[in-house]
């Protein structure tokens, strides 16, 4: 748990980083990034898109001494882009559910494009394509930079992510729930069980038991699920 001290050094310290979101760090994003930085003294030269000019700037923040950039975490290289390869793509979505940013556009089955504007060049849509159609490539002229603004841009399409991707996972767990709980009652109708009802005469031990059993654990799933939608 975060103390309000630490919540406004990591929002101070996120907002230098790059928002490229390409986990080179080692963390899952910017964010946890600099969240580590800030709660666990994790070393400031673990960001490659940031370079030596990041760095620098992280040091003056924090106060430390400016050291090289981690060659574990990558190497410092200039903007590139994502093309996918038009004749070769498949329209299988897997780019998209991997782009950090929601940079490709595309629908199942259709050809997929990226919009490079809003390309981070994390490279993360790179291992998940099947038919290794997608190319890293250099910008347009023009947009070889990567600026403040871009980085803002990059940060807020990510939250805009994160926030799609919570609302569908609730809905979806809202969903299981429901279903079992449908599932619930209908084993109670079919065995002549409601709540601590006595069993029906008619339905045999082995039945009854099975049924109880089949109940317990289905119970013990919503309590589980209702408890997770809860806690969020
Ligand atoms: S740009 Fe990449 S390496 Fe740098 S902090 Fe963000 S996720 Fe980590
Ligand atoms: S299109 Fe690919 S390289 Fe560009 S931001 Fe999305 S995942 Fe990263
Ligand atoms: S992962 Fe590759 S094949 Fe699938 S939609 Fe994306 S670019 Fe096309």
Do not use: F
């Amino acid at each position: 748990m975060h103390t309000d001290a630490h919540r406004a050094a990591i929002d101070a310290l996120e907002l230098l980083l790059p928002q490229t979101q390409c986990t080179q760090c080692g963390y899952a994003g910017c964010r946890p990034y600099a969240e580590a930085i800030v709660t666990q003294a994790a070393p400031i030269n673990r960001c490659p898109p940031g370079g030596s000019a990041g760095i620098a700037i992280l040091a003056a923040h924090t106060g430390q001494p400016i050291v090289a950039l981690d060659p574990d975490a990558g190497i410092e290289r200039p903007r590139r882009v994502a093309h996918i390869v038009a004749e070769l793509c498949i329209g299988c979505t897997k780019c998209i559910e991997a782009c950090p940013v929601d940079a490709i556009a595309g629908a199942p089955k259709r050809l997929h494009a990226v919009i490079v504007q809003a390309c981070t060049g994390c490279d993360l849509c790179l291992p998940p394509c099947p038919v290794d159609c997608i190319q890293m490539v250099a910008p347009p002229l023009g947009q070889e930079g990567w600026s403040r603004a871009d980085a803002q841009n990059a940060r807020a399409r990510h939250q805009r992510r994160a926030q799609r991707i919570e609302r569908l996972q609730l809905a979806q767990a809202h969903r299981l729930a429901d279903k079992a709980q449908h599932h619930l009652d209908e084993l109670d109708a079919a065995a002549g069980l409601k709540g601590d009802a006595p069993v029906a005469d008619t339905a045999d031990s082995a039945a009854r038991t099975e049924a109880a059993r089949k109940r317990a654990v289905i119970e013990a799933a919503v309590a589980r699920a209702r408890a997770r939608l809860a806690a969020r």
